[in-house]
């Protein structure tokens, strides 16, 4: 049985969205962190299902680069979060206000 | 494996200028590996690589390749881009010139390999000629940056301005990628061209779900070149971060956002140009208004110049909406100029900072008696901001607004003519701080004979290209015209 095309962009437009309210509302860095990648993850799955509607592999390719951009992007937030946590002691956003006038 | 199926011998010359910078990025990285004490010589090795990639790109000009089957295009469009990202990655490097250390940090080898990780990240991002390949070096460039604005990882500021940049920058890769992808979904292709005669031949998927793309991708682009209202965190990005890293972050990537946004909306959407010009004067509108506005409360140098930065954006807006030669060449001209007038300001205020002095308006009473050649060089990238005749900013601003008026943005303009009446208020501030007020301690600056030269020409080239611009005007109209 073949999934449908909208069956997919309903569910990754969904998984989007989660990530959006989750960078909005959560306050942990590292939750925030997660919800990125959320949205990265639901970028793949529509990728993969459009891919897979046109019968190109376009798509399929480009799902790796961004699994490879979402590796790099967390190896270097963390750093800054280690970096950031060893100077502050926290990783709530709203303590990040050092810089108002 | 015969490996032509996949390049060819010219598609590697095309993209020599990437190599040769990837080359010394890890010749850099390898002096720091073995010999960590020598800093010359990683400062020389990064320019050396800057200007020889310069050299190679600018043997392009004149002539337009199509390299890896589409995916990347060779024009006067990107060599000019090419240029203007390796001229500010020099300055750039030059001004670094002990400045970590002067704030209490320590230039590594990393810092110069980054500083060419991004221009070549820049570079892709308007040679690209395919969604993926615009993505691959907006990527490549904002990683590099999220680093380069932590650099100073002992200090809360730059520690504060790293995460917010890394987690804003991160929210619109996610914006930009959906958006990219819903484009691709819609048309079945990521190459400009393909995506232009589907459009064109309506043989698209689905009609909300490429224009929620365009949406989505134009969000992107927002976050990244800081349009209201997705600018909120350029201010703190722009005071937290080392201010020779400030410098490059508000020229050159902001040059490659609009580069490489005007390149996705003139090559693969000319045919929806009027479903989103209304967005696009709005957002303009708004950039221009806003921007201003909070830019004239600020009491921090730094912060004043990010909004300031803010509203040049919603200028340039202006000159997307126009879409036509002239509107390129204009913003070619415009992206140019705002690039020396920022490094120069930039630069001058990472030679006078200090530990916590020099970044705030008070701190600059009284410096045109102890320091009149800094002085004049300041005054001179304020009014040039400002837009005052006979700088460049003025030739820059006029070119501009007289390609908009020319297509009938007439309120627009009177609009963004009142908001640079308004900025004259916080440039001509600074200035009236350093020649009519008196004070008793005057920032120090830190002479170097290689920053006097750069600052030295920076201004000069202000002045020049103020009084005869004609020469820099052919260059940038024959840069957009073979682009268009």
């Known amino acids: 049985m073949v999934v449908p095309l909208e069956h997919v962009i309903i569910l990754s437009g969904l998984l989007f969205s989660i990530g959006v309210m989750g960078v909005l509302f959560r306050r942990n860095v590292i939750i925030i962190f997660m919800s990125i990648e959320l949205m990265l993850n639901a970028v793949n799955l529509a990728l993969v299902g459009f891919s897979r509607y046109h019968n190109n592999v376009d798509g399929q390719v480009f799902v790796f680069l961004v699994m490879t951009l979402a590796a790099a992007e967390v190896s270097v937030g963390l750093a800054i979060i280690v970096a950031l946590f060893r100077n502050r002691q926290t990783v709530n956003i709203n303590e990040m206000n050092l810089m108002k006038n | ?484």
């Open chain 2, 1 to 484: 494996m015969d490996l032509s199926l996949y390049f060819t011998r010219q598609d590697l010359w095309g993209i020599l200028p990437e190599i040769v910078l990837l080359v010394g990025a890890l010749i850099i990285l390898s002096i720091e590996l073995f010999a960590r004490s020598q800093r010359a010589a990683m400062l020389g090795v990064g320019i050396l690589s800057l200007v020889i990639a310069g050299g190679f790109a600018s043997k392009n000009f004149g002539s337009s390749f199509i390299l890896f089957q589409g995916m990347v295009t060779l024009n006067d469009y990107s060599t000019f881009f090419d240029l203007l990202y390796m001229t500010a990655g020099i300055v750039t490097m030059v001004i670094s010139y002990n400045y970590l250390e002067r704030k209490g940090g320590e230039t590594r080898g990393e810092y110069f390999a980054l500083i060419l990780f991004a221009t070549m990240g820049m570079m892709l991002m308007t040679r690209g000629n395919d969604l993926v390949i615009i993505f691959l070096g907006m990527e490549l460039l904002s990683l590099s940056l999220y680093v380069l604005v932590g650099f100073l990882r002992h200090d809360v500021f730059s520690n504060e301005s790293a995460i917010k940049y890394l987690l804003l920058g991160a929210f619109a890769t996610g914006f930009f990628l959906f958006g990219a992808v819903l484009v691709y979904g819609t048309t079945g292709t990521t190459n400009f061209q393909h995506i232009a005669s589907a459009i064109t031949n309506n043989e698209i998927l689905s009609d909300t779900l490429l224009s929620l793309g365009i949406g989505l991708l134009l969000v992107g682009f927002a976050f990244k070149v800081a349009l209201v209202p997705f600018h909120m965190w350029s201010p703190d990005v722009y005071q937290g971060a080392p201010t020779s890293v400030t410098a490059f972050l508000c020229t050159a990537p902001k040059a490659a956002g609009f580069g490489a946004l005007l390149k996705v909306f003139l090559v693969a959407f000319p045919a929806l140009h009027a479903d989103w010009q209304d967005l696009l004067w709005a957002l303009a509108l708004l950039t221009m208004i806003v921007g201003n506005i909070s830019a004239l409360v600020q009491t921090n140098v730094k912060r004043m110049l990010a909004f300031s930065s803010v509203t040049h954006a919603g200028y340039l807006c202006i000159g997307i909406l126009v879409l036509n030669e002239m509107g390129v060449s204009a913003i070619l001209f415009y992206l140019l100029v705002y690039s020396v007038m920022n490094l120069g300001a930039f630069g001058i205020i990472s030679l006078l900072e200090k530990e916590e002095k020099g970044v705030n308006f008070k701190d600059y009473e009284g410096l045109a008696s102890k320091h009149p050649w800094l002085s004049a060089s300041l005054a001179l990238f304020m009014l040039s901001l400002a837009g005052f005749p006979p700088t460049a900013g003025f030739v820059a601003k006029y070119t501009l607004f007289s390609s908009a008026i020319s297509e009938g943005y007439i309120w627009l303009i009177i609009i963004a003519i009142l908001n640079t009446l308004v900025s004259v208020y916080y440039y001509v501030r600074l200035i009236v701080n350093m020649y009519m007020r008196t004070s008793e301690e005057t920032l120090v600056p830190f002479l170097h004979p290689l920053l006097s030269v750069v600052i030295f020409i920076l201004a000069i080239s202000i002045m020049f290209f103020g009084v005869l611009p004609g020469w820099l005007i052919d260059t940038v109209t024959q840069a957009a015209r073979i682009y268009t």
